[in-house]
């Protein structure tokens, strides 16, 4: 007896039923009889393991509560954020971080990176209050924990040993910023030093300023391939991309192939400065994922913990309509940002974990159109 049958789901485009036992899928096929407890129909809508957000700071989240919103230029808001981190206490980080992390497991969310600020100012509050949501929430949704040096390396003494001692607790990756500072080359050099000896990924806010002065992607690739670490950096914002000729831009992508550097784009970003080019870093064929990043915070205060609601921003700043772009929106959120974060293993096959996510709708379009909830959340064989 299966403990669920879900008949007629949309995978990838073709009609089939998902049988589930335990927490396990026992098998995918084009028609499957055998009793269940339950029995769904998911009458042909669309239905993926869970979407994948790869770039979040879930302990910075929701300081509008406390503060409101004031506009301003970013590194204004980044003092005002600072100004507040200061203050932070690993129950009020908790707090916030888990009221986002349920609206996105709600939103259909399965696999999340965060970063979390790893300094003299904080110390290690957010790594605790998140590496101990990780593991309470570890049945509904996939976290990732990376320890970001948001203010730089240097300016504090403090900030390695601390970033060291985050990877020792358990965080997963670690994140440099290539901008904070000033520090630019020598803050790449440590935060790689650290993925390599610790043998973590990495990930950058990479050219967040959209500024040519600023403009690292270049650096970073060749030092990526020197340390041989094709493949395990995500660069995050790639902005400055917006600002170069076609030749630059041809050079940069070429970057991109060849330390197969993940990028994530975060359209949110916009208020402050032009986003990358989504289709041109997507032609290269590497990994592009999509991000909420920051969520009800002065960066951005609309945030709402629910990836499909950047996937539908990018669409419309970067005319993503036609079928085909519409499909690559899709994969941003689902496959291919699987990618940019590492999933191991995603997609629906026997033996796989059962996590299923039914949509309500039945085409790419109308999930990023109705920005619908899921109808039916099963993680780990469980219905939620
Ligand atoms: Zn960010």
Redesign the pocket.
């Known amino acids: 007896m299966l403990d669920l049958l879900i008949k007629n789901a949309n995978v990838n485009g073709q009609n089939v039923d998902i049988a589930v036992k335990d927490d396990r899928i026992m098998d995918i096929a084009d028609s499957i009889s055998l009793d269940a407890l339950t029995v769904f129909d998911a009458q042909n809508r669309i239905t993926i393991p869970g979407f994948v957000d790869c770039?979040?700071?879930l302990d910075k989240c929701l300081l509008n509560e406390s503060q409101p919103y004031q506009d301003g230029t970013g590194p204004f808001k980044g003092s005002l954020t600072y100004e507040m981190k200061k203050q932070f206490t690993v129950e009020d980080i908790t707090r916030r971080a888990e009221k986002m992390l349920k609206k996105a497991i709600k939103a259909g969310t399965l696999h999340l990176r965060t970063?979390v600020d790893v300094d003299g100012a904080v110390g290690l509050k957010g790594i605790e209050a998140l590496l101990a949501l990780k593991k309470k929430y570890e049945s509904q949704i996939h976290l990732q924990v990376a320890a970001f040096a948001q203010e730089g390396v240097f300016w504090d003494g403090v900030t390695e040993p601390l970033l060291r001692e985050a990877l020792e607790m358990g965080a997963d990756l670690v994140g440099g910023h290539t901008i904070a500072k000033g520090e630019g080359e020598k803050h790449i050099d440590v935060i790689l030093a650290l993925a390599k000896e610790f043998n973590v990924e990495a990930d950058f806010?990479l050219d967040?300023s959209g500024n040519r002065e600023h403009y690292l992607l270049p650096y970073l690739a060749k030092k990526m391939i020197d340390m041989g670490l094709q493949g395990r950096v995500n660069g995050?914002?790639c902005c400055t991309l917006s600002a170069l000729n076609e030749d630059e831009l041809t050079d940069a992508l070429q970057w991109i192939i060849k330390a197969q550097l993940k990028v994530t784009v975060?359209p949110t970003a916009i208020s402050t400065r032009n986003i990358a080019p989504a289709k041109a870093v997507l032609s290269t064929g590497t990994a592009v994922g999509l991000?909420s990043?920051?969520m009800r915070d002065f960066?951005n205060p609309l945030g709402s913990g629910d990836v499909k609601h950047v996937a539908l921003l990018l669409s419309y700043l970067q005319r993503f309509f036609l079928q085909e772009e519409v499909d690559e929106i899709f994969s941003m959120i689902t496959d291919k940002g699987a990618k940019v974060i590492s999933v191991k293993d995603y997609g629906f096959r026997p033996n796989g974990q059962a996590d299923i996510t039914v949509l309500d709708a039945t085409t790419t379009n109308e999930v990023i159109a109705y920005q619908g909830q899921p109808i039916l959340l099963v993680r780990n064989g469980v219905i939620l």
């Open positions: 770039h979040t700071h970063n806010h967040e995050i914002h975060a991000a990043d920051n960066f």
